[in-house]
C-alpha cells in the first residue's frame, strides 16, 4: 500500500506540487471527534514559508474536507481532505527537467516512472505534498489533547547552534505549539535564524535536529517485532523529505555508554511507575512504558541551493552544470517541525484505536 | 499485523526464549530459489553465541523446514522455519519476574499482557528470537547475491572504538560475511574485544553502531511517501533489539552540513549515471539511486548487567534492588550484525518483489 | 484498512451522498497509462440514472482528477478523482432520520456511528459512492483491454426473467459495453424492463443476477489460500450495495452434481491448454486456469420502496411505520453492472501488478 | 500478503500434504484466553475422515503448540500450531503428476510455480491444510463462546437432499457442534450418507451447501465498503477447498423477491431491536444488526473421483486419459463444515478486536 500509512487508522496522501490540488483521505477516525477548522487552518500557517528564511511560493493552503466531517464533528467514514494548488509557475521548470538536481529525486522519478512522472517543482516528491498531512494532523492533534496527549517538537539544533533540552514537558509543549520558530531558547532561536539567512545569502542552505516530545501516553502501546513503536514512527517520520535520521532517547549517544549509564531505573512516585531518567526514549522493547516518547529526526539541509552543481542530464546522459533558479528554502528544519508532529499524531493514534478499538478518540452522542 | 512484516515477500515471526520453539514463515517468495542448508546452517553459526564476550546459554540452534521447500529449492509456497528450544534453564527466572530489569521489556510487557507473557528468559521480546530472522536471511541473501546484490555489516563503532570506514565494496563485503566478529580494522577488532571483556569484568556492558552496505541495487526501488526505502528498513530494523537509531548515509552528521557539501553531484561514468559521493546512503525522494545504500544502527548496551540496579516489583508496587544473575552477553553488536544483515535482505527482497513481480527472485525449472 | 482495497494497486475510496464530494484515490497504477477523459465520462454516463425505471435524482457526474495523471498519461503516483455533490436535496431527510429503513444501513450505521453519520440520502452507505469506483474503472478497463483482457457484465436475471447465456465471449463483450441496459437477448431486455416499471407502479421493487466474464487472463493468477481469485473479486465485489451471494462457474448448481459432471477435462487445441468446458468458472485451486473467468453477483431488491412499512425509531425505541418518499430506483441491477465491471478492473489489475510488477499495465515513454 | 489473513487478528497457513509438517500462526490474539488442548484434539476429530465415506488416509493430527501459550492461557504473543505429517504415501503421486486432475490444482499450480510446487498429494492446495486452520478454530472458537456467540455449520444441502432449516439458534447450535454428521434432520441424514456411499460405489462424488449460523454478535461490526462482513467472510471462507459461491441470508433466491418481501421490518421486542424475519442474514449496508448471521458456502462435488477422465499432460502437451488412484473422499461437505466454523471464528474475532480492541476476547490475570 504505497502511498497509505496506518492499521485501525490510515492515511493515503495524494498530489503534486503542480497539479489540481494535494491533499489526503484519513480513514478510521472515530466517530464523534470534534473538527476545529480554525486550528487545521492554524497548523497549516505554521507550515506556510514566511519571512526571509522561506521560499518566495506562497499558497493559499485553503482546504476542502470532502468528506467524512458532519455537524463539526468526524462521522467516522474517510475524511477526504483537498487543498488547491493556485499558485504554481509550472514555466520554471520545464527547460531544467532532465538535469537531475543533486540531492533531489528527479533521477531517482525518472528510474522509477520512467518520464511519466509529473516533474514541475518536485510534482509528489514536493514538501508542498506535506500540507495534506498537516491538516489531517490538524484533526488528530486536538483528539490526542482530549486524552491527554501533547506533542510538541522543538529544533534541537539547526546550522550547529543547540537549543536547550526540554525540561518541563508541560509548559515547553505549550510554548513551542504557540511559536513560529520552534525554539525553546530565545537566543538559540536568534542565532539559528541569522544561520539561516546568512546561508541564504551565500546561496545554500542548511539542515538540522527535530526533538519531539509525545507525554500522557499509556504504557502497554506497540509491539515486541516489527510494529515497535519505534519501527512504526520512524517508517511514517521518514517521509518527511530530507529526514535521513530518526532515534529514540538518547539515540546514536547510546552506542557509547555503558549499561550502567544507559538503563532507566524504575520508581515507584506517587503511585506510579517511572523511571527516573529516560535515555530510552519512553520505549522499551519496542513497547511504551509510560514515559514521554522523545523522539530525533535528523533533517539534511535543503538540497535546493543557488550555487551552481556538477550534475547529469539523464536524458541525454551528458555530463553538466546546473543552477537552480526558482523559489525554494534555505532552510526547511522549522517549517517541518509541524509535519513531525501530524505524523507523530498520526502513528499515536493509530496506535491507540489498535489497542482500545475504533471508538476510543471519538465521542458519544 | 503485528509479527509480520513486508508486502509482497512477508515474514512472520513466533517464539517464546523458553518456549517450544521459535521461528518464521517466511511468504512470497518466488518458486525455484536454491536453499542450501549448510548455508543457513553457517549464519545461524554467525549469531550463535561463542567465547567470553558472549553469553553462557549455548543453543544447538538446529532448525527444521516444515514447509515450502521441496528438492533444494523453494515451492513459491509459505517456509516455515521452526528452531526448536532446548537448552532453556527456567528456574533463573521465576523469582524476578516481578522486578522489572531496567532497559528490558519485562514492564512494558507486563502493562501490554497483563501478567499472561511468558516472562522466562524474555519470552518473546528475547534476542533468540532472531534466530528465525536469521534462518530466514539464510535463504534470502543467497537469492539476492544471484542477482548481483551484496549485503555486508560490520561495527563501525563499538565502546568508543571506530572502525575504517568501507573502502572497497567488494572485497569488504566478502572480508565481513567470512568474519566471526566483523570489522574491517584488525586494530579496531582488537581493542573492541578488549573493551568488551573488560565491560564484562566489571559486570557492565557496552553498545556500538553497526553500519551496513548494500550494493548491486537497481535504481528505481522504493517509494516517495510512507514506503521509502529509510522508512521500510527502518521500520524493520527498530525490530532488532537495542536498536535506538537508524540512519541513512551520513545521517545525523548532515544535520550540520551546508546544502553544498550534503548534495551528491550526479556524474556519468563508463555509461553509469553515478554520484561523485554517497552522503545520501544510495537514496534520493525515498527511492535508490543506483548507489550503494549505507545504512547505521545505533545499538545501545545489553541491558543484562551483574550491577545491582534500583527497580520497582510492579507486581506489588514496591520499590526495590535487582542483581540479575543467569547466562547473558557483555554485548551483541557482534552478533546483531547477522540479524541487520537478514532484515536488510528480506526489505530489499521484498521491494524487489512488489517491482518486478513474484517470480523476480526464483528460477525456471 | 477499512476503505481501502487492494494490494499492489488498491483504491480508497471516500464520500457521503449529500457530503461535499465523493471519490477514489487510486494507487499503485503503472506510469504511462493512457487516460481517456472521454471514456471515463461515458462510463459514468451508464452507472448515471436514466429513464423510468431510475431515481429522478440525476447528478452532472462532473469529476476533477486532482493528481496522479499528466500530459494524459497515469505518472504511478495516487490519483485521486473528485466528484462534486450538486443535485443533493437534504431537506427530504431529517424529519425520518431515526426511523431505520428495512434493508438499509440507518440502524446499522446508527450503531457503528453512534448518531454521528451523516444520515442524508444515505450518506456514506448511498449507491452514489460507487460512481467514484466507476470513474476509476474508466482508468483500468482500458488499461487491462491493451493487454487483452475483456470485462463485460450482463444481467443475466431480473425480476425472474432469465437472459441468454454467454455464447461468443468476444462479440458478447462488445456488445455489452456499447449497450444501455446490458442484455444479450433483446427480448429478455423488453420484459425485465416492463417488470420493472411494473414493480415501480406497484410501489416494489425488483432485483436480479449479474453475471461477468473476463477473457484474456493468464493462467496463474491468484493464491491457494484467503487470496484465492474466488475470495479477492467477492472480498471487493460485496461492496456493491445489494449484492448478497457471490459466485463462479456453476456456483450454487455445483452442489447438486457430481464430480464427473462438474470437473472440466484439460485439452490441447491449437497448442494451448483449455478445458473443453467451463464450470469451474476459470479458476482451480484459487488461480486462473486461462478459461475465462465466470462470476454471478446475487442482487437483492432495492430497499427503498414507496410502501408502507414496519420498523421502529431507534433513537425513541418505538415500534412505528415508514412511508419512504424522495427519489429511488425501482431496480439497480442495471446500473450496477458497471460498478461489477470496475471492481472486477480493480481486482485484476492489482493481482496482475502484483504477479508481474509494478510496470505490467504502463508503458514506456 | 499472500497466505495471511485478517487485520487485528491474522492467521498465516503454511504445509504441504507430504512435507514435513502443516500448521498456522495466529496473532493478535488477546493475552488471557483458555487454551482447552482436548477441545482444540475434538475440533480436529470432527475434520477427521473416518467410515466409509471418506478417504482412508487416517492421519494422526498430532499437533505442537509451539509459542504463544502459557499456562494455559494465550500470552498475546503469535500462536504457532505445527501438525506434523505422519502417513504420507507419496509414491502413489509421481507417476502422474503432469496429467492435470480435472477440478483440481494440479495444471494451475504448474502456471504459478512453474513446476517446483510440491506436487504429492495437492501440495500446498490440500485439504488436508485445513487441519491447520481447525486448530487455530479451537482458540478462537471457546474464546467467542465466552462472550456469548455461537457458531454452528450444518450441511443444508448434499446430493440433492434437503437438511431442515435451522428453527431454535440456540439448540441446533448445540446439536450441530456435537455430531459427527451435521445435518438437523437425521433422516436427511441418514439419506445423504447413503448418496455418499452410492456414489462412492459409483467412483464418482457429490458435494453440497454449508449453511453457517452465528448467533450472539453485537449490532455495529464491519465497514460500509470493501471490509463489509459479507466481503470479509466471503473472502476467507472461499479458501476451503471447493467451494464455488458464498451468500448471505436469502443469497441468490433474494434475486427473485421484491423489495417488499426481502426487506426485514425492524421491531423493539424486550427492550432490543430486532427484524421481525431475517432475510439479509443479519448484516445491513455491510454491517451486523444484532440477528444471526446466515452464511452459505456452495461446496462441489470432489474433484478426486475413480472414473476415467480426459486431461492433458501439462509437461509434454499431449492429450491424454487420467485415472486417479489413492486415497481420497467421495464427499467433502462433512469434514468441510469444521473448516467452516473455524474461518467464521476467524474473521468473527478479528472483527471484534478490531472494533474494541485488542484485549476484547482476553482476561486478566
Not at 69 to 88: K, L, R, S, W
Not at 280 to 289: F, Q
Request: one cysteine or more.
Amino acid at each position: 500500500m504505497k502511498n497509505t500509512f496506518g492499521n485501525q487508522i490510515a492515511l493515503t496522501i495524494f498530489g503534486e506540487s503542480h497539479g489540481t490540488g494535494i491533499g489526503v483521505v484519513l480513514d478510521g477516525l472515530a466517530p464523534g471527534i470534534p473538527v476545529d477548522e480554525g486550528f487545521i487552518r492554524s497548523q497549516l500557517q505554521k507550515r506556510r514559508p514566511a519571512g526571509k528564511i522561506s521560499t518566495a511560493r506562497r499558497e493559499a493552503d485553503e482546504y476542502v474536507i470532502e468528506s467524512g466531517v458532519f455537524n463539526g464533528h468526524t462521522t467516522g467514514t474517510p475524511v477526504c481532505i483537498v487543498i488547491p494548488n493556485t499558485a504554481q509557475r509550472s514555466g520554471d521548470y520545464a527547460a531544467t527537467r532532465s538535469k537531475a538536481r543533486p540531492g533531489h529525486a528527479d533521477y531517482t522519478a525518472y528510474c522509477k516512472y520512467h518520464g511519466f512522472e509529473d516533474y514541475r517543482g518536485g510534482g509528489h516528491f514536493s514538501g508542498r505534498i506535506t500540507a495534506g498531512l498537516v491538516a489531517a494532523g490538524g484533526i488528530l492533534i486536538p483528539a490526542l489533547a482530549a486524552k491527554g496527549i501533547g506533542i510538541a517538537t522543538h529544533i534541537s539544533r539547526c546550522a550547529g547552534i543547540d537549543d536547550r533540552a526540554f525540561e518541563d514537558p508541560a509548559a515547553d509543549t505549550v510554548a513551542l505549539n504557540q511559536a513560529d520558530f520552534p525554539v525553546l531558547s530565545p537566543e538559540a532561536a536568534q542565532k539559528m535564524q541569522e544561520a539561516i539567512e546568512l546561508a541564504a545569502q551565500e546561496g545554500d542552505s542548511v539542515g538540522g535536529i527535530l526533538e519531539t516530545l509525545i507525554t500522557g501516553l499509556p504504557a502497554g502501546l506497540g509491539e515486541p517485532w516489527f510494529d515497535t513503536v519505534e519501527g512504526m514512527l520512524a517508517h511514517a517520520l521518514f517521509s518527511i523529505p530530507a529526514v535521513k535520521g530518526v532515534s529514540f532517547g538518547d539515540g546514536f549517544e547510546l552506542a557509547d555508554q555503558r549499561g550502567s549509564a544507559a538503563n532507566d531505573p524504575f520508581r515507584r512516585e506517587n503511585g506510579r511507575i517511572i523511571t527516573t531518567k529516560n535515555s530510552n526514549g519512553g520505549i522499551n522493547g519496542g513497547i511504551t512504558n509510560g514515559m514521554p516518547l522523545l523522539i530525533r529526526c535528523a533533517v539534511k539541509p535543503t538540497p535546493s541551493i543557488y550555487r551552481e552543481q556538477q550534475t547529469v542530464d539523464f536524458m541525454t546522459g551528458e555530463n553538466t552544470v546546473l543552477q537552480i533558479k526558482g523559489r525554494h528554502d534555505p532552510c526547511i528544519v522549522h517549517r517541518a517541525r509541524i509535519v513531525a508532529d501530524s505524523i507523530c499524531a498520526l502513528v499515536i493514534a493509530d496506535l491507540l484505536a489498535g489497542r482500545f478499538g475504533t471508538d476510543y478518540l471519538g465521542g458519544e452522542e
